[in-house]
């Protein structure tokens, strides 16, 4: 099994509050995403990072900040956490330096975020 | 616009029998990989198999086999002799190769549940 660790895993935080979500590899990989997971939506991408402070907006990055300082770290910031962000987060991290299509995402074991 | 579409909610089958669970796909990118995850109750993504754009013959791991029909673009994951474990839900997902990002476009999923 891939490294990925996530962190907490479970969550619960009131309207308003910021929120920091922890990514860990120990792959050494240099893709890494966050994605969230809605009943109907399967997986959306949020924020991806393509290196050391390189990342990119996904399809559904508003209210959602990244920062990436060391390899190994990816971390999801919701500055002021809303109802509508009550979902289950997952990270997931890629070895694409050849450009291999046939490199799968790897995936954490997911957190479960509850904004009351 | 990349897309998904699994139009199977959910779906019963017997155990030791086979099912296709359906996946199309819409891309204007030649060069695009197709992904089928697993999703067990206990949460965790478990990649299945893949399928590359230019892959002359469908993929098949173990149980799994991937019905490629580029011209449809289709590409339905096939379990054969299902088993009480693989119930789940399921999730297509597709990776364009004009995408420097390599991240996963999802379908919405689909259930499965094995009979006994």
């Known amino acids: 099994d891939a490294g990925i660790t996530q962190s907490p895993r479970h969550k619960v935080t009131e309207t308003g509050t910021p929120v920091t979500l922890r990514c860990h590899q120990t792959?050494?990989?240099?893709?890494m995403y966050w994605y969230r997971q809605d009943p109907g939506h399967g997986l959306r991408l949020i924020h991806y990072?393509?290196?050391?402070?390189?990342?990119d907006k996904g399809e559904v990055s508003d209210g959602y900040s990244v920062s990436r300082s060391k390899t190994e770290d990816f971390l999801l910031t919701l500055e002021s956490a809303t109802s509508s962000q009550t979902s289950v987060y997952f990270c997931?991290?890629?070895?694409?330096?050849?450009?291999?299509?046939?490199?799968?995402?790897?995936f954490g074991p997911g957190t479960r975020l509850t904004v009351l | 616009a990349q897309k998904i579409t699994q139009t199977q909610p959910g779906m019963f089958v017997q155990e030791k029998e086979a099912v296709t669970l359906d996946c199309t796909y819409d891309?204007?990118?030649?060069?695009?990989?197709l992904f089928w995850y697993k999703q067990p109750s206990s949460g965790e993504m478990i990649f299945l198999i893949y399928?590359?754009?230019?892959?002359?013959q469908n993929a098949t791991e173990g149980r799994y086999s991937l019905n490629f029909q580029k011209a449809r673009k289709s590409a339905n994951l096939v379990i054969s002799a299902s088993q009480l474990g693989d119930s789940a839900m399921y999730f297509c997902?597709?990776?364009?190769?004009?995408?420097?990002?390599?991240?996963?476009?999802f379908g919405s999923g689909t259930r499965l549940l094995v009979r006994p």
């Open positions: 997931a991290i890629s070895d694409s330096e050849t450009g291999d299509q046939t490199n799968e995402q790897f």
């Open positions: 990072s393509y290196g050391v402070k390189d990342t």
């Open positions: 399928q590359g754009s230019y892959d002359q």
């Open positions: 997902a597709m990776r364009d190769g004009g995408d420097s990002s390599y991240k996963l476009i």
């Open positions: 891309t204007s990118d030649p060069s695009y990989g």
């Open positions: 792959e050494n990989h240099r893709y």
